[in-house]
């Protein structure tokens, strides 16, 4: 069987770059966000200049819901408001803290990212043929700064998924590009992935 005879593996992909760079943004708070509801909508209300309307408009409820949750005669939300409460409050909590952290991984610090995935990048039967491997790198700060203004652009997790592939590619098995700047690596079938700043 050929290269061209065996079968791509398709990557099975999920939310889990976000969901890693939203964990790592997490680590870095160096005060804990609002846990309550009420004292979620109250940060929120702040972020929206008072506007009860525009507030709504960002959870998706009406303002009456709004209300309730701020005058405390509701205390446990649904599901659905529980998650947006809690990404909104984690989205607008320490911007600063975060901005430096982003400027610092940019400029020269870069991120380490660690995870359990499939990589490939040579003919089956091989010691270079595709396998899960588990990994952890520092990738360069011109790789953390794509990623990151690409996550800032709203980039989904696939739009993220080449970007995050280069970067792991070119720190662990190109070294920075030396002796072997052309090797395609395939990256496929994340388990879990964490990154830190």
Same mark, same amino acid.
């Given at each position: 069987m050929? *290269?061209?005879?065996?079968?791509?593996?398709?990557p099975?992909?999920?939310?889990?770059?976000?969901?890693g760079?939203a964990?790592?943004?997490?680590?870095? =708070?160096?005060?804990? @966000?609002?846990?309550?509801?009420?004292?979620q909508?109250k940060? !929120?209300r702040?972020?929206?200049?008072?506007?009860?309307?525009?507030?709504?408009?960002? !959870?998706g409820?009406?303002?009456?819901?709004? #209300?309730?949750? !701020?005058?405390? @005669?509701?205390?446990?939300?649904?599901?659905?408001l529980? #998650?947006?409460?809690?990404?909104?409050?984690?989205s607008?909590?320490?911007?600063?803290?975060?901005?430096?952290?982003?400027?610092?991984?940019?400029?020269?610090g870069?991120l380490?990212?660690?995870?359990? @995935?499939?990589?490939? =990048?040579?003919?089956d039967?091989?010691? *270079?043929?595709?396998?899960?491997?588990?990994l952890?790198?520092?990738?360069?700060?011109?790789?953390?700064?794509?990623?990151?203004?690409? #996550?800032?652009?709203g980039?989904?997790?696939s739009?993220?998924?080449?970007?995050?592939?280069e970067?792991?590619? *070119?720190?662990? =098995?190109? #070294?920075?590009?030396?002796?072997? @700047?052309?090797?395609?690596?395939? =990256?496929?079938?994340?388990?879990?992935?964490?990154?830190?700043?």
């Amino acid at each position: 069987m050929t *290269d061209h005879d065996s079968p791509r593996r398709q990557p099975k992909r999920s939310a889990r770059i976000l969901d890693g760079l939203a964990r790592a943004e997490r680590a870095l =708070f160096t005060r804990p @966000a609002p846990k309550s509801a009420q004292a979620q909508m109250k940060f !929120l209300r702040k972020r929206e200049k008072g506007s009860i309307k525009s507030l709504a408009e960002r !959870l998706g409820v009406s303002r009456k819901t709004v #209300q309730r949750y !701020l005058s405390g @005669a509701s205390t446990k939300p649904n599901k659905r408001l529980q #998650q947006a409460l809690t990404q909104e409050t984690e989205s607008e909590w320490q911007p600063q803290v975060r901005a430096h952290a982003r400027q610092r991984a940019a400029t020269s610090g870069g991120l380490v990212i660690s995870c359990r @995935a499939y990589f490939g =990048f040579g003919p089956d039967g091989t010691s *270079d043929a595709g396998r899960v491997r588990d990994l952890s790198v520092a990738v360069a700060p011109f790789h953390a700064a794509a990623i990151l203004a690409a #996550q800032e652009d709203g980039a989904t997790d696939s739009d993220l998924h080449n970007l995050m592939a280069e970067a792991i590619a *070119d720190a662990y =098995f190109r #070294q920075g590009g030396g002796g072997c @700047a052309g090797l395609k690596v395939e =990256f496929a079938d994340v388990e879990w992935l964490d990154i830190a700043f």
